[in-house]
């Protein structure tokens, strides 16, 4: 079907399931990106009945890649349970990588192009690739096409043991040399972001994961895997003054005010979301939960604002363009890399400056109900494996519009590299 279409189709959330969240180099430790999301799909395809079945596409990331899985989507559909025939594609888009993956297939579905997809991502930092000096790796490239002992020998001439110093990958951005966390701390200070504020999103986050796998809404959203049945950064014996001990991660002075927990931790897992379009769904004996409305996706001048405020751009554009202010949702689920971010993004929303100076408006977007917000937990209490965060809030927030029965959420997501993914759902 061509781009150009007089009208477009609903794109119905049918549901999602994800492995529990993991902290890095413990209970997935043995276990690749390619496993993770292959236990994902097959857990998936189970539940919603998919097994043989052809789907239209499937998109699927990880931020880090192993150069393994160069054919990480394909793979793991070809040994998920559905039928060969379904194809896959790969994407990144640092931490916004599984929202973006359901808007990739949702707007295939939207123009009829596919009738149902899965959308997903994963991380498992437990398997990072480490790779040795390029120096001494070029070297082992040379070797392996030299073709005589004598052409070998030439090419060992020189080689130093400081070659075989292992380069192991960070979370840095290129372009300022500062980890996210750094970066971070920056926005936390020119927002005035107080350390006790953090701490207090912290632990409302860890009091509200708790609270929600108390309730059981967390049953049919995550697969057991490796025995684990719970993400294991969740705590509910935190507190504030366990919380206040911890001393800053990034900026360790006695200004620094992100610490390890009121940060996302290191974290393993993997998360897939079931879309479609409403006849399929009723052809596969299946009930949309909500449906995905709209996305924007931002990104800023790196050297002019600070690296996680993408969002609050991409936000007030999305806004705009629906006609709606941020006051009309019933949920909203920001993505909490940091608590800071989170507190820097509200903060912006309501400054007039930034809102006329940035966002071109009038006047502020305004505060949100923070009651509404990240109601089952965030990032800091339940893991952020980068490319799986998307996949997790979607099938949350789809299932929480559900059981209100009617509503509208909102989901902003802030990504490395400056950039920022949103959408809005609607149930």
Same mark, same amino acid.
């Given at each position: 079907?061509?781009?150009?279409?007089?009208?477009?189709?609903?794109?119905?959330?049918?549901?999602?399931?994800?492995?529990?969240?993991?902290?890095?180099?413990?209970?997935?430790?043995?276990?690749?990106?390619?496993?993770?999301?292959?236990?994902?799909?097959?857990?998936?395809?189970?539940?919603?009945?998919?097994?043989?079945?052809?789907?239209?596409?499937?998109?699927?990331?990880?931020?880090?890649?192993?150069?393994?899985?160069?054919?990480?989507?394909?793979?793991?559909?070809?040994?998920?349970?559905?039928?060969?025939?379904?194809?896959?594609?790969?994407?990144?888009?640092?931490?916004?990588?599984?929202?973006?993956?359901?808007?990739?297939?949702?707007?295939?579905?939207?123009?009829?192009?596919?009738?149902?997809?899965?959308?997903?991502?994963?991380?498992?930092?437990?398997?990072?690739?480490?790779?040795?000096?390029?120096?001494?790796?070029?070297?082992?490239?040379?070797?392996?096409?030299?073709?005589?002992?004598?052409?070998?020998?030439?090419?060992?001439?020189?080689?130093?043991?400081?070659?075989? +110093? #292992?380069?192991?990958?960070? &979370?840095?951005?290129?372009?300022?040399?500062?980890?996210?966390? %750094?970066?971070?701390? *920056? !926005? /936390?200070?020119?927002?005035?972001?107080?350390?006790?504020?953090?701490?207090?999103?912290?632990?409302?986050?860890?009091?509200?994961?708790?609270?929600?796998?108390?309730?059981?809404?967390?049953?049919?959203?995550?697969?057991?895997?490796?025995?684990?049945?719970?993400?294991?950064?969740?705590?509910?014996?935190?507190?504030?003054?366990?919380?206040?001990?911890?001393?800053?991660?990034?900026?360790?002075?006695?200004?620094?005010?992100?610490?390890?927990?009121?940060?996302?931790?290191?974290?393993?897992?993997?998360?897939?979301?079931?879309?479609?379009?409403?006849?399929?769904?009723?052809?596969?004996?299946? +009930? #949309?939960?909500?449906?995905? &409305?709209?996305?924007?996706?931002?990104?800023?001048?790196?050297? %002019?604002?600070?690296? *996680? !405020? /993408?969002?609050?751009?991409?936000?007030?554009?999305?806004?705009?363009?629906?006609?709606?202010?941020?006051?009309?949702?019933?949920?909203?689920?920001?993505?909490?890399?940091?608590?800071?971010?989170?507190?820097?993004?509200?903060?912006?929303?309501?400054?007039?400056?930034?809102?006329?100076?940035?966002?071109?408006?009038?006047?502020?977007?305004?505060?949100?109900?923070?009651?509404?917000?990240?109601?089952?937990?965030?990032?800091?209490?339940?893991?952020?494996?980068?490319?799986?965060?998307?996949?997790?809030?979607?099938?949350?927030?789809?299932?929480?519009?559900?059981?209100?029965?009617?509503?509208?959420?909102?989901?902003?997501?802030?990504?490395?590299?400056?950039?920022?993914?949103?959408?809005?759902? %609607?149930?």
């Amino acid at each position: 079907m061509p781009f150009q279409t007089k009208s477009t189709r609903r794109v119905a959330i049918l549901g999602g399931l994800r492995t529990p969240f993991a902290r890095s180099a413990g209970v997935y430790k043995n276990l690749s990106n390619l496993d993770l999301l292959t236990l994902n799909l097959q857990a998936l395809t189970r539940q919603f009945g998919l097994h043989g079945k052809r789907l239209g596409d499937v998109a699927l990331g990880a931020v880090i890649n192993h150069p393994r899985d160069w054919n990480l989507a394909r793979e793991a559909v070809l040994h998920s349970g559905l039928s060969p025939e379904t194809p896959a594609v790969g994407l990144q888009r640092a931490c916004g990588t599984s929202l973006e993956a359901a808007i990739l297939i949702g707007s295939k579905i939207a123009l009829g192009q596919i009738d149902s997809g899965i959308a997903g991502g994963c991380d498992s930092m437990s398997d990072v690739p480490v790779f040795y000096q390029r120096r001494f790796a070029q070297r082992l490239l040379d070797l392996s096409r030299a073709r005589t002992w004598q052409d070998k020998l030439k090419l060992l001439k020189g080689f130093s043991v400081d070659e075989l +110093k #292992p380069a192991y990958p960070a &979370v840095t951005e290129a372009t300022t040399n500062l980890s996210m966390g %750094e970066s971070c701390e *920056l !926005m /936390a200070k020119h927002w005035k972001i107080p350390r006790d504020d953090q701490d207090q999103l912290a632990l409302e986050s860890h009091q509200k994961g708790v609270a929600a796998y108390k309730r059981g809404f967390y049953n049919d959203l995550i697969c057991e895997v490796n025995g684990l049945s719970r993400d294991n950064n969740l705590r509910e014996d935190t507190s504030l003054e366990k919380l206040a001990k911890l001393k800053p991660s990034f900026d360790k002075s006695p200004s620094g005010t992100l610490t390890a927990g009121n940060s996302s931790p290191l974290t393993d897992g993997s998360s897939a979301v079931l879309l479609g379009t409403e006849e399929w769904a009723r052809a596969n004996g299946q +009930k #949309p939960l909500a449906y995905l &409305v709209d996305s924007e996706v931002a990104a800023i001048n790196l050297h %002019e604002e600070g690296l *996680l !405020m /993408a969002p609050a751009y991409a936000v007030s554009r999305m806004l705009e363009r629906n006609n709606l202010s941020l006051q009309d949702f019933d949920y909203y689920e920001i993505h909490e890399a940091f608590a800071a971010q989170v507190l820097c993004t509200l903060k912006a929303w309501e400054s007039p400056e930034f809102c006329k100076k940035r966002l071109g408006r009038d006047k502020p977007l305004g505060s949100i109900d923070r009651s509404k917000m990240n109601v089952n937990g965030g990032s800091v209490a339940l893991g952020h494996p980068f490319g799986a965060t998307g996949g997790r809030i979607l099938a949350t927030l789809a299932k929480q519009l559900h059981e209100k029965g009617s509503g509208r959420g909102l989901i902003s997501i802030c990504t490395g590299g400056g950039m920022g993914v949103t959408a809005i759902i %609607e149930a």
